[in-house]
């Protein structure tokens, strides 16, 4: 046992004898006591007040520590609480954006009076080359080969392959793509072709023809795929050059397909009864 436990044994020896002593003291009385009595009140006191403020202050710690557990509790409680809240806030937002894409889609649906499909994009072309898309609508739901892509934003290209359950899309953007246009203002006619960097070239129009920045290139329909009127996009930039025939334009597709999500495929149009 090393040193400083035995004078703490000791020190507690101490105090127990001097209690008895003062227990002993106070059966035969205090007038007996005396000078002894006095000495022990005054040896034992300072230790009994220490050994009571060092209890006192270990049950206000402990306490304090009981309470500081249950507060941590509860904020972590919550800490999950609000993290569920937000989860819960995102997926409803993302339902209600969902939504409104597919009510979009509705409205083009019925305004075109043509029998569609619509159709969630759950593929890109992992070729830099190829401006394509992969949806989740195939042979099973009518789409064919050839057939229009639209979304309420406008033109987004044509079906070039059809499986069973899932079909590839060709964008108006594709090095391979020609779509029948007409300029909505001047009225002029032309072919709007991909280039494969994201835009377009409006080709066939006359070097004064009636052509600026801004103005909205829209399907022809002479090409027998895509309803007349749908946006394709706008005019870039105008550019005459001497000795050519024909401007050169460039176009902006209506469509954002890198945020693309949900499309409509025209299998036909209504027959009118």
Known sequence: MGPARRRRWLLVLTVF??????????????????ILYDFALLVSTPPQRAIHWVVKNAEDLF?????????????????RKVEELLQERERLKELAASADRLRKLLRLQKRLGWK??????????????????IIDKGTVDG??????????????????????????????????????????SSRLRGIVDGRGD???????????????????VVTSGMDGMYPKGLLVGRVRSVKREPGRFFLDVDVSP?????????????LSPKRRS
């Open 198 to 216: 994201g835009f377009c070239s409006l080709k066939y129009l006359p070097l004064r023809g009636d052509v600026k920045e801004g103005d909205e």
């Open 143 to 184: 789409v064919k080969k050839g057939m229009a892509v639209v979304t309420s934003e406008g033109v987004v290209g044509h079906v070039i392959e059809a499986r069973r359950s899932s079909a590839i899309v060709l964008l108006i953007t594709d090095r391979n793509s020609s779509v029948s246009v007409l300029l909505r």
């Open 17 to 34: 004898l001097l209690g008895g002593v003062f227990l002993s003291f106070q059966r035969e009385g205090f007038e007996k006591a005396g």
């Open 63 to 79: 306490q304090r520590y009981v309470y500081l557990l249950a507060v941590q509790e509860e904020n972590d409680r919550l800490k």
């Open 254 to 266: 209506s469509v954002d397909f890198n945020r693309l999500e949900e499309v409509l495929v025209l």
């Open 116 to 133: 569609s499909v619509a159709a969630e994009v759950i593929g890109r072309s992992p070729y830099p080359y190829m401006r394509t898309l």
